[in-house]
């Protein structure tokens, strides 16, 4: 399951495409295993058309579609750090309970643009009406 290293001689559009394969794995690991993953996957396919509809122009479509990537991106990467976290060992230490912390800390900034940048094009919205 795990991802394996790419042969020295790998390259080109075999390079991509196994790097790519290697990515589809780790969406689905993060599907199959992350339940915060697929919270925010799911309010993710809910806003995207709506971000697409509300959005004036292409500037704001992408302030709203890229704020709601944005989460899904850096849920991942606290996902991996938590799971390399554990793999170190589940025995509470200071600098893991740290480490998960501020993974988590990233995960609430990120959902905290999505407040502001919606929220500030939703006021726009409703101050011009």
Do not use: C
């Not at 991802?3 to 790519?20: E, Y």
């Not at 998960?100 to 940048?117: C, H, P």
Request: glycine share 8%; proline share 2%.
């Amino acid at each position: 399951m795990s991802a394996k290293i790419n042969k020295p001689g790998t390259r080109g559009l075999k390079h991509v495409l196994q790097a790519a394969g290697y990515s589809m794995q780790g969406l689905k690991a993060a599907v199959t295993h992350e339940e915060a993953f697929r919270l925010e996957l799911m309010a993710a396919v809910v806003l995207l058309p709506l971000a697409l509809w509300l959005g004036d122009g292409a500037v704001e479509r992408a302030l709203l579609v890229g704020s709601l990537l944005l989460v899904l991106l850096v849920e991942l990467i606290n996902s991996a750090l938590e799971a390399v976290v554990d793999r170190v060992g589940v025995e509470h230490h200071e600098l893991s309970g740290r480490a998960k912390d501020i993974g988590s800390a990233a995960v609430f900034i990120a959902l905290t643009n999505v407040a502001v940048v919606w929220g500030l094009l939703l006021w726009e919205r409703l101050a011009a009406a």
